[in-house]
């Protein structure tokens, strides 16, 4: 399948803040190897990722302490990846905002067009209704752009 020049582009800003990034804040990362979120996050770190969980209900998650909310979190977020669904993703994205990260990275199924563009307007890279799994594999772990 051949690509269009603006999603070849689009390809290619994703890789390369792929590349750049190095912290992913994973919002709603459940601590059962048997979710998804888990295993998007624990395949992320073994890509070299540092991985924060944000879970409210969750102490521990793939070695490292969870925090209850993104505005709990110490240091500095390249990358927010949601696990939520729809309606939680306003406030997610106010709180990715307030704490200055680089992007919000909406899973598959999740989105909120207001609240997208606000985050767009705050200088975030943005990208909704994709897995962050799938997306590093197509682009970066097979030789992508």
Known sequence: MTQT?????ADEQT????RQ??????VGLSNNPGRISYEVAAYLQSQG???????PNARMVLGRSAQPSLRD??????????????????EIIDDAIAVGAGGIWLQLGIGDEEAEKRARDAGM?????RCLMME??????HGGP
């Open 5 to 9: 020049a603006d999603e070849q582009r």
């Open 15 to 18: 890789a390369r803040f792929l």
């Open 21 to 26: 990034i190095k912290t992913i804040a994973v």
């Open 49 to 55: 990722y540092e991985i924060v969980p944000v879970n």
């Open 73 to 90: 979190v110490q240091g500095k977020i390249d990358l927010v990846d949601v696990f939520r669904k729809s309606d939680a993703v306003a």
């Open 125 to 129: 890279f943005v990208i909704s209704n």
């Open 136 to 141: 590093h594999r197509r682009l970066l772990a």
